[in-house]
């Protein structure tokens, strides 16, 4: 196990590995990113970048097959793009759309081109496209009247080649709803396809699982302490389940799903990471626990 302490002088909010699992980012409440190189059980500062003017709330890396690079969402209603080139780390693009702290941000799979998905507390979502050196294509959708938390790429289909035509996200908002959004090519689009209730309070996070064996999951988090499994069978309507009976000890903040689809992990305000895996009823039992 690696253990990095005492990096920043304030909260650390998100802390993402990169692509072949050498390098991982930090941000924090002190305004910065820093970021390190990680081999076995040693770690190296390499850079920290200064671009937000206030907390940094999220960070997410694109797939190599575009570059190094890195984007950072922050209550400062910025969304900023960094690019590493021989070593040097520079801030390449600056995303300025929203009115309201950007709560978060996630690139789309690798076969949707270089597109980056932003939550932000004005209410809205952009996508922004990143299709040459020039100022990137931007579009802005209205989502949840009081602000969007979270948002989640669902995984591209087979098959899938650039461009927005099979597209869906969803996104998690202060009005408890969680929503589902797909590309309309008919009218060039972001449309709602789904608005899914079930939670009492603010939708504190989404993820979409990358399984792609005949059905999709959606967990999403509140602060009603629960998480819902949202599963869409084949004939497309979506059916909710609490991931356990009773209530979680505290607020859920974050869920994430393994890379085979299989296993969520579920994070909350008890200071616990709980794993969850679905057995062969369909059912979520506990699969692990992990605690300071």
């Known amino acids: 196990m690696v253990t990095i302490s005492a990096v920043h002088s304030d909260l650390i909010h998100d802390a993402e590995l990169d692509y072949y699992g050498k390098r991982l980012a930090t941000c ?3 305004k910065t990113i820093k970021l390190f ?10 850079d920290t970048l200064r671009g937000h003017e206030g907390p940094v709330w999220q960070i997410a890396w694109a797939h190599p097959k575009f570059g190094v690079i890195l984007a950072s969402c922050s209550y400062d209603g910025k969304v900023l793009i960094w690019r590493e080139e021989n070593g040097q780390w520079s801030n390449i693009s600056q995303h300025t759309v929203h009115h309201a702290s950007v709560n978060s941000v996630q690139w789309a799979p690798p076969e949707y081109g270089a597109a980056l998905l932003c939550a932000s507390s004005d209410g809205t979502v952009s996508v922004l496209e990143f299709k040459d050196e020039v100022k990137p294509d931007s579009v802005v959708i209205p ?9 989640a790429w669902a995984p591209a289909l087979p098959g899938a080649t650039e461009g927005p035509a099979a597209r869906r996200f969803v996104t998690g908002g202060s009005d ?21 209730e079930g939670h009492t309070d603010w939708v504190r996070d989404v993820a979409w699982s990358p399984s792609l064996l005949g059905k999709s999951h959606i967990a999403s988090a509140s602060q009603d302490k629960t998480v819902v499994i949202w599963t869409q069978t084949a004939d497309e309507k979506w059916e909710k389940k609490l991931l356990k009976h009773d209530k979680f000890p505290d607020v859920v903040w974050r869920v994430s799903w393994s890379l085979s689809g299989n296993v969520l992990a579920v994070s909350g305000g008890d200071s616990k990471i709980t794993l969850w895996k679905e057995n062969l009823q369909g059912d979520w039992e506990p699969a692990g626990e992990v605690s300071e």
Not at 177 to 189: E, I, R, S, T
Request: aromatic share 6%.
């Open 37 to 46: 190189e990680v081999d076995g059980e040693n770690q190296k500062l390499l």
């Open 176 to 196: 408890n709803l969680v929503k589902v959004w797909k590309y309309d090519a008919g009218q060039k689009q972001y449309v709602e396809e789904a608005t899914l």
């Open 28 to 30: 924090s409440s002190d």
């Open 143 to 151: 989502a949840h009247q009081i602000g969007v938390n979270a948002a």
